[in-house]
């Protein structure tokens, strides 16, 4: 008796589990968002952590200062700021400029410690996600691009 049992019940299970995948299958349509990836584009959220940016405007000028607050911010150590001390030419006195904001998108948890303690909102969250690489040290960037300055407006 118990064999038949057992057989009602597997044979109720399945019919229940096929009952719930029809249901999804002929209702939800619209609602999957799997594609077929890499051929099909896949729909990124505003809100998406992909990696740390620094924006450039169309005359190459950032609103990174070297104040790093930001490398004080990062629990990891994940950002590196180099900076110089240049004399300003209008003012005469010596300014802290910098030469280059690293980060190790390897290293970084997506915290956003660095993006809050950045007074200029010079750093931003980027949606680029395809960061596989064969060679680690290709996610270390340099996210001010050469030849570029602070935007003369961006008070330090
Ligand atoms: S998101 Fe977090 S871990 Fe990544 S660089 Fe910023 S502070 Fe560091
Ligand atoms: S990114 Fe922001 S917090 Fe970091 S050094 Fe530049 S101005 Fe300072």
Redesign the pocket.
């Known amino acids: 008796m118990k064999y038949f049992l057992d057989i009602y019940k597997g044979v109720k299970t399945l019919i229940n589990g096929f009952r719930v995948t029809h249901k999804y299958f002929i209702n939800a349509r619209k609602e999957i968002i799997t594609v077929q990836y890499p051929e099909e584009k896949v729909q990124i959220f505003d809100r998406f952590k992909g990696e740390v940016i ?1 924006p450039h405007d169309e005359k190459n000028e950032h ?9 004080i ?1 990062c629990p990891n150590g994940t ?1 590196e ?1 180099i900076w110089n001390r240049i004399v300003d030419a209008e003012t005469g006195k010596k300014k802290k400029v ?1 030469d280059k ?1 690293i980060y190790h998108l390897s290293m970084c948890t997506m915290c956003s410690q ?1 993006i809050e ?7 931003v969250w980027g949606q680029g996600f395809e960061h596989s690489v064969t060679d680690r040290s290709e996610l270390t960037k340099v ?1 001010n691009k050469p030849g570029s300055k602070v935007r003369a407006s961006v008070k330090e």
Do not use: K, R, V
């Open positions: 620094m609103a990174c200062t070297g104040c790093q607050a930001c490398e911010a950002i700021i910098i904001h660095c303690a950045c007074p200029t909102d010079a750093i996210l």
